[in-house]
């Protein structure tokens, strides 16, 4: 007999029985202990006809090709710049990935990126022994000025997005704030002074109310109240 568990969203812990019988399918975050599927670990449920996935709510940051990610730079070395991914692993910005400009050999390379500052960059190989490498050429890819950089826990950069970018787009209309979203829950604010508090509020709700029904509705109605303007959400948005 097939028998679920467990509802959409609600919250397991590791271990917790989330579905009953073979007709139910284990995904991210689960597996499966004879005919029961059970949480790895602590997290939201996501389920999807018969397929059941775990969302994790905790943990570090894990890089990953492809990542957009907003690094800071903590070392400049004789070849490029030691970044910190936010992670337990450093990653390397090679000159050659750093710009398309001829740099000579013991140039200045502050001239370019200085210690403490901010890039958002792409990871483009992690090594089996967790070596990083990333680069600054592809669109978008820059060096951050001004504004402010917050962190939230990586888990939640999808929540923080909204579905097709439709939550982090409301956050930028209501306002008026530039924002980049890095995938190791680095996040980049610029915009006038008490917009950036607002985003920066605004945000910090949507981490902590993440695993909640309803979000986008409620953060509508915050951005409302902060801002006194009138927001219009996509349709079938949580």
Not at 47 to 66: F, H, N
Request: proline share 3%; glycine share 10%.
């Amino acid at each position: 007999m097939e028998t679920l568990k467990v509802k959409n969203r609600n919250i397991v812990v590791p271990g917790e029985t989330l579905a009953e019988g073979m007709g139910f399918l284990p995904s991210r975050g689960t597996y499966r202990d004879g005919k029961t599927i059970k949480a790895k670990r602590l997290g939201m449920i996501s389920i999807d006809k018969k397929v059941i996935k775990l969302i994790p709510l905790s943990g570090a940051y894990m890089p990953k090709v492809g990542d957009k990610i907003i690094a800071k730079v903590i070392d400049i070395m004789m070849s490029g710049w030691r970044v910190d991914t936010r992670s337990a692993y450093s990653a390397v910005l090679g000159l050659k990935d750093a710009t398309s400009d001829y740099i000579a050999k013991g140039a200045d390379l502050t001239q370019y990126f200085g210690l403490g500052d901010y890039v958002l960059t792409q990871i483009t190989n992690v090594t089996s022994q967790k070596l990083i490498d990333v680069t600054m050429r592809g669109p978008g890819l820059r060096k951050l000025r001004g504004g402010r950089i917050i962190n939230i826990n990586p888990h939640k950069v999808p929540r923080v997005i909204g579905k097709e970018g439709s939550m982090v787009t409301m956050i930028k209309q209501a306002t008026e704030c530039n924002i980049l979203v890095g995938q190791n829950g680095r996040i980049w604010i610029d915009g006038e002074p008490e917009k950036e508090v607002i985003t920066e509020e605004t945000i910090n709700k949507i981490e902590k109310e993440a695993h909640t029904a309803g979000l986008t509705d409620n953060i509508k109605k915050f951005l409302e109240k902060k801002t006194g303007k009138k927001l219009e959400v996509k349709k079938n948005n949580n």
